[in-house]
């Protein structure tokens, strides 16, 4: 079976995935547009990841048969082109979601910790830094809301509580094994010293943060961002953190990928950034591959897929 992986690949994931059985992977950084379309005609399944999966991409493919998202959003994916062709979209819950959380704890740690400012600083030869040093926190006794409460919460959650933190959530409704006190969004929002976003972008959750939003949480808050850039206003968010009104921001997501050098946010000093790379780890890759070879198996006899979206 023809597989595309559409995401670069340096030598040790290339391994990885030659090491998948009974597949023929061609990889193809998401950049390369002319060899996707030389990969297109006879490929079968694609392993989406994040560069968009239009229905010009659907339409260029007249033998795939399975779009495959290694992760776990498919808000990228035309799930309307798909759903005209009968090509079934599966994703890939919990399999990254262990990553996600430790890289969410260490945006934190990092952003009220000022790690990269000191780093930097450092490098440079400064020693000590008096400003720098002025206010600097600890995670312990600090309140983090946790907005939406699915696999990447259920393990952040212990861990934070474990370093003196208190848990508030929110969710579409409350969990009933869910380590913290249920709050409605905006309750969370004026409550909580950290906020950490966890839900899906979809219509309804689009700018789920924004100007209002940011304006009802306490000043000096820390806004940590692992789940979808369009979750935040970006306007909304530089101009809270060059008021001071947020202390500070933990982004692996942003609203346009890749992200521009010119964007405002990254000339911010309250600012840690990472490039949408939370996901991304040799355990996200190792259980992804084996429940997207599962996928290409089932495909291929006809079984019933797992983790189906549509």
Not at 13 to 38: F, M, Q, S, Y
Not at 264 to 289: C, E, K, M, Q
């Amino acid at each position: 079976m023809n597989v595309v992986f559409h995401n670069s690949a340096g030598p040790d994931l290339a391994a990885r995935l030659r090491a998948v059985p009974g597949l023929n992977i061609a990889i193809c950084p998401e950049d390369d547009d002319a060899l996707l379309r030389r990969l297109l005609p006879t490929c079968e399944v694609l392993w989406h990841v994040l560069k968009p999966c239009t229905a010009a991409t659907i339409a260029a493919a007249p033998r795939l048969v399975l779009i495959q998202k290694i992760g776990v959003g498919v808000n990228t994916i035309d799930l309307d082109a798909a759903k005209a062709r009968a090509i079934p979209v599966c994703n890939l819950p919990g399999t990254n979601a262990r990553a996600v959380a430790e890289l969410a704890l260490t945006l934190m740690l990092a952003t009220i910790r000022r790690i990269p400012r000191f780093d930097a600083g450092l490098r440079q030869g400064v020693w000590s830094d008096p400003v720098l040093q002025d206010g600097i926190g600890e995670l312990g006794g600090r309140t983090v809301g946790l907005v939406g409460y699915g696999s990447i919460p259920r393990l952040l959650a212990p861990v934070l509580v474990a370093l003196g933190c208190r848990i508030l959530y929110t969710a579409r409704n409350p969990v009933p094994d869910a380590l913290g006190e249920y709050r409605a969004l905006d309750a969370l929002l004026a409550e909580a010293d950290i906020v950490s976003l966890h839900i899906p972008l979809t219509e309804q959750t689009a700018h789920t943060i924004d100007a209002a939003a940011l304006a009802g949480m306490k000043p000096g808050v820390v806004l940590i961002n692992t789940a979808r850039g369009g979750l935040v206003d970006p306007a909304a968010l530089a101009a809270a953190l060059r008021s001071g009104h947020l202390g500070g921001a933990g982004l692996d997501v942003f609203a346009n990928e890749p992200l521009d050098r010119a964007d405002p946010l990254l000339a911010l000093p309250n600012v840690v950034a990472t490039p949408h790379i939370a996901w991304l780890t040799t355990g996200t890759f190792d259980r992804s591959f084996a429940i997207a070879a599962e996928n290409c198996r089932r495909i291929a006899a006809g079984e019933a897929l797992l983790h189906r979206v549509c």
